[in-house]
Protein backbone atom coordinates (compact mmCIF):
# COMPACT_ATOMS: atom_id res chain seq x y z
CA UNK A 1 0.00 0.00 0.00
CA UNK A 2 0.97 3.28 -0.79
CA UNK A 3 0.65 5.91 2.19
CA UNK A 4 1.46 9.15 3.50
CA UNK A 5 0.76 10.20 7.33
CA UNK A 6 0.87 13.65 8.74
CA UNK A 7 0.20 13.03 12.32
CA UNK A 8 0.32 16.49 13.67
CA UNK A 9 -2.82 18.01 12.62
CA UNK A 10 -2.24 21.49 13.83
CA UNK A 11 0.73 22.69 15.54
CA UNK A 12 1.13 26.50 16.74
CA UNK A 13 4.47 28.60 17.66
CA UNK A 14 5.63 31.46 18.42
CA UNK A 15 7.55 33.88 15.86
CA UNK A 16 11.34 32.70 15.53
CA UNK A 17 10.52 29.66 17.07
CA UNK A 18 11.99 26.41 14.89
CA UNK A 19 9.42 23.98 14.02
CA UNK A 20 9.17 20.36 12.75
CA UNK A 21 6.19 18.78 10.09
CA UNK A 22 6.86 15.08 10.42
CA UNK A 23 5.86 12.93 7.30
CA UNK A 24 5.96 8.85 7.61
CA UNK A 25 5.32 7.33 4.18
CA UNK A 26 4.93 3.82 3.13
CA UNK A 27 6.00 3.22 0.20
CA UNK A 28 7.06 -0.88 -0.97
CA UNK A 29 8.84 0.67 -4.59
CA UNK A 30 12.48 0.81 -4.58
CA UNK A 31 12.09 3.83 -6.19
CA UNK A 32 10.01 6.86 -5.72
CA UNK A 33 9.94 10.81 -4.70
CA UNK A 34 8.86 12.88 -1.95
CA UNK A 35 7.27 16.01 -2.00
CA UNK A 36 6.38 18.94 0.43
CA UNK A 37 4.02 21.54 -0.64
CA UNK A 38 2.51 24.78 1.03
CA UNK A 39 -1.16 26.02 0.52
CA UNK A 40 -1.76 29.69 1.42
CA UNK A 41 -5.06 30.86 2.64
CA UNK A 42 -5.85 31.52 -1.17
CA UNK A 43 -5.64 28.06 -1.71
CA UNK A 44 -3.16 27.24 -4.19
CA UNK A 45 -0.45 24.75 -3.64
CA UNK A 46 3.17 26.28 -3.56
CA UNK A 47 6.32 23.72 -4.61
CA UNK A 48 8.90 23.35 -1.67
CA UNK A 49 10.95 20.46 -2.43
CA UNK A 50 11.18 16.84 -4.63
CA UNK A 51 13.63 14.31 -3.09
CA UNK A 52 14.01 11.07 -4.96
CA UNK A 53 14.35 8.14 -2.92
CA UNK A 54 18.35 7.21 -3.86
CA UNK A 55 19.31 10.77 -2.42
CA UNK A 56 19.09 10.75 1.07
CA UNK A 57 21.21 13.88 2.01
CA UNK A 58 19.49 16.68 3.89
CA UNK A 59 18.72 19.90 1.90
CA UNK A 60 18.79 23.42 2.99
CA UNK A 61 17.44 26.37 1.47
CA UNK A 62 17.38 29.79 3.69
CA UNK A 63 15.30 29.11 7.03
CA UNK A 64 13.61 25.49 5.12
CA UNK A 65 15.73 22.54 5.59
CA UNK A 66 14.39 18.69 5.02
CA UNK A 67 15.58 15.28 6.90
CA UNK A 68 14.89 12.31 4.78
CA UNK A 69 15.57 9.07 6.36
CA UNK A 70 14.77 5.63 4.03
CA UNK A 71 15.33 3.55 7.64
CA UNK A 72 12.57 5.55 9.09
CA UNK A 73 10.57 6.01 6.36
CA UNK A 74 10.23 9.75 7.29
CA UNK A 75 10.65 13.43 5.15
CA UNK A 76 10.39 15.48 8.34
CA UNK A 77 10.38 19.08 7.13
CA UNK A 78 12.18 21.76 9.88
CA UNK A 79 11.61 25.80 9.51
CA UNK A 80 14.46 27.71 11.48
CA UNK A 81 12.91 31.15 13.06
CA UNK A 82 9.69 31.34 11.75
CA UNK A 83 7.36 33.85 10.62
CA UNK A 84 4.14 34.53 10.91
CA UNK A 85 4.26 34.47 6.94
CA UNK A 86 5.02 31.00 7.41
CA UNK A 87 1.41 30.49 8.75
CA UNK A 88 -0.41 28.06 6.13
CA UNK A 89 -1.06 24.02 5.64
CA UNK A 90 1.64 22.37 4.75
CA UNK A 91 1.27 18.81 2.75
CA UNK A 92 4.22 16.03 2.36
CA UNK A 93 2.87 13.94 -1.07
CA UNK A 94 4.75 10.29 -2.29
CA UNK A 95 5.00 9.58 -5.85
CA UNK A 96 5.81 5.96 -6.65
CA UNK A 97 8.25 5.93 -8.61
CA UNK A 98 7.67 2.57 -10.39
CA UNK A 99 3.62 4.44 -11.61
CA UNK A 100 4.45 5.92 -14.77
CA UNK A 101 1.39 8.03 -14.29
CA UNK A 102 3.22 10.12 -12.03
CA UNK A 103 0.46 10.03 -9.11
CA UNK A 104 0.75 11.95 -6.12
CA UNK A 105 -0.39 10.32 -2.58
CA UNK A 106 -0.83 13.03 -0.24
CA UNK A 107 -0.74 13.35 3.88
CA UNK A 108 -3.43 15.08 5.34
CA UNK A 109 -1.72 17.91 5.93
CA UNK A 110 -0.34 20.12 8.89
CA UNK A 111 -1.85 23.43 9.26
CA UNK A 112 0.79 25.84 11.31
CA UNK A 113 0.13 29.12 12.96
CA UNK A 114 2.88 31.24 13.51
CA UNK A 115 1.93 33.75 16.16
CA UNK A 116 3.77 37.65 16.45
CA UNK B 1 3.14 33.53 -17.97
CA UNK B 2 3.04 29.89 -17.39
CA UNK B 3 0.69 28.03 -15.46
CA UNK B 4 -2.58 26.24 -14.79
CA UNK B 5 -5.68 28.83 -14.73
CA UNK B 6 -9.04 27.03 -13.50
CA UNK B 7 -12.42 28.88 -13.44
CA UNK B 8 -14.53 29.99 -12.42
CA UNK B 9 -12.94 30.48 -8.60
CA UNK B 10 -16.10 30.08 -7.09
CA UNK B 11 -18.91 28.07 -8.19
CA UNK B 12 -22.53 27.51 -6.93
CA UNK B 13 -24.95 24.41 -8.09
CA UNK B 14 -28.51 23.72 -7.14
CA UNK B 15 -29.08 20.19 -6.47
CA UNK B 16 -29.51 17.85 -9.38
CA UNK B 17 -27.77 20.01 -11.83
CA UNK B 18 -24.54 18.88 -13.43
CA UNK B 19 -21.32 21.46 -13.49
CA UNK B 20 -18.04 21.61 -15.15
CA UNK B 21 -14.85 23.27 -13.79
CA UNK B 22 -12.34 24.08 -16.02
CA UNK B 23 -8.55 23.24 -16.29
CA UNK B 24 -6.04 24.95 -19.20
CA UNK B 25 -2.43 24.19 -18.94
CA UNK B 26 0.16 25.96 -20.99
CA UNK B 27 3.28 23.94 -19.64
CA UNK B 28 2.80 21.59 -22.23
CA UNK B 29 2.92 18.88 -19.20
CA UNK B 30 1.39 15.42 -20.56
CA UNK B 31 0.20 14.46 -16.92
CA UNK B 32 -3.01 16.28 -15.79
CA UNK B 33 -4.57 15.63 -12.47
CA UNK B 34 -7.79 16.62 -10.53
CA UNK B 35 -7.85 16.50 -6.64
CA UNK B 36 -11.02 16.85 -4.19
CA UNK B 37 -9.84 18.56 -0.38
CA UNK B 38 -12.39 18.90 1.78
CA UNK B 39 -12.23 20.82 5.06
CA UNK B 40 -9.01 19.80 7.14
CA UNK B 41 -8.73 16.83 4.78
CA UNK B 42 -5.66 16.10 2.86
CA UNK B 43 -5.60 16.12 -1.26
CA UNK B 44 -8.11 13.01 -2.91
CA UNK B 45 -7.36 11.85 -6.13
CA UNK B 46 -10.87 11.83 -8.80
CA UNK B 47 -9.51 11.23 -12.09
CA UNK B 48 -6.04 11.60 -13.90
CA UNK B 49 -4.44 12.11 -17.59
CA UNK B 50 -1.54 10.87 -18.86
CA UNK B 51 -2.05 12.05 -22.28
CA UNK B 52 -4.58 12.81 -24.87
CA UNK B 53 -7.37 11.19 -25.49
CA UNK B 54 -6.98 8.79 -22.00
CA UNK B 55 -7.56 9.23 -18.27
CA UNK B 56 -8.45 6.40 -15.43
CA UNK B 57 -9.77 6.96 -12.78
CA UNK B 58 -8.74 7.94 -9.12
CA UNK B 59 -9.84 7.21 -5.64
CA UNK B 60 -12.94 8.76 -5.86
CA UNK B 61 -13.95 9.12 -9.46
CA UNK B 62 -17.97 8.08 -8.61
CA UNK B 63 -19.94 11.28 -9.78
CA UNK B 64 -17.28 13.02 -11.62
CA UNK B 65 -16.71 12.97 -15.49
CA UNK B 66 -13.85 14.27 -17.52
CA UNK B 67 -12.41 14.71 -21.15
CA UNK B 68 -9.37 15.07 -22.51
CA UNK B 69 -9.70 16.60 -26.28
CA UNK B 70 -6.70 18.57 -25.99
CA UNK B 71 -3.26 18.70 -24.46
CA UNK B 72 -4.15 21.86 -22.88
CA UNK B 73 -7.01 21.04 -21.19
CA UNK B 74 -8.62 18.57 -18.73
CA UNK B 75 -12.36 19.88 -17.54
CA UNK B 76 -13.91 17.99 -14.64
CA UNK B 77 -17.93 17.43 -15.02
CA UNK B 78 -19.83 16.71 -11.14
CA UNK B 79 -22.40 15.63 -11.79
CA UNK B 80 -26.06 15.25 -10.21
CA UNK B 81 -25.17 11.59 -8.84
CA UNK B 82 -21.98 13.11 -6.86
CA UNK B 83 -24.55 12.96 -3.71
CA UNK B 84 -21.87 15.40 -1.95
CA UNK B 85 -20.29 17.58 -3.46
CA UNK B 86 -19.71 20.74 -1.90
CA UNK B 87 -15.69 20.89 -1.81
CA UNK B 88 -12.72 22.97 -3.12
CA UNK B 89 -11.39 21.49 -6.57
CA UNK B 90 -7.85 21.59 -7.29
CA UNK B 91 -6.30 20.37 -10.74
CA UNK B 92 -2.68 19.66 -11.17
CA UNK B 93 -0.40 19.10 -13.95
CA UNK B 94 3.16 17.54 -13.77
CA UNK B 95 6.14 17.02 -15.19
CA UNK B 96 8.97 14.78 -14.54
CA UNK B 97 9.69 16.59 -11.65
CA UNK B 98 7.11 18.52 -9.86
CA UNK B 99 3.24 18.99 -10.11
CA UNK B 100 1.98 22.64 -10.88
CA UNK B 101 -1.36 23.68 -9.01
CA UNK B 102 -4.19 25.73 -10.32
CA UNK B 103 -5.73 27.66 -7.64
CA UNK B 104 -8.55 25.98 -6.85
CA UNK B 105 -12.44 25.93 -7.56
CA UNK B 106 -14.45 26.39 -4.48
CA UNK B 107 -17.72 24.65 -5.08
CA UNK B 108 -21.28 24.98 -3.24
CA UNK B 109 -24.45 23.36 -3.82
CA UNK B 110 -27.38 25.28 -2.22
Known amino acids: AQKVTQAQTEISVVEKEDVTLDCVYE???????LFWYKQPPSGELVFLIRRNSFDEQNEISGRYSWNFQKSTSSFNFTITASQVVDSAVYFC?????????????FGSGTRLLVRP | DGGITQSPKYLFRKEGQNVTLSCEQN?????MYWYRQDPGQGLRLIYYSQIVNDFQKGDIAEGYSVSREKKESFPLTVTSAQKNPTAFYLC?????????FGQGTRLTVV
Open chain 1, 93 to 105: ALSPGGDSSYKLI
Open chain 1, 27 to 33: TRDTTYY
Open chain 2, 92 to 100: ASRNDREAF
Open chain 2, 27 to 31: LNHDA
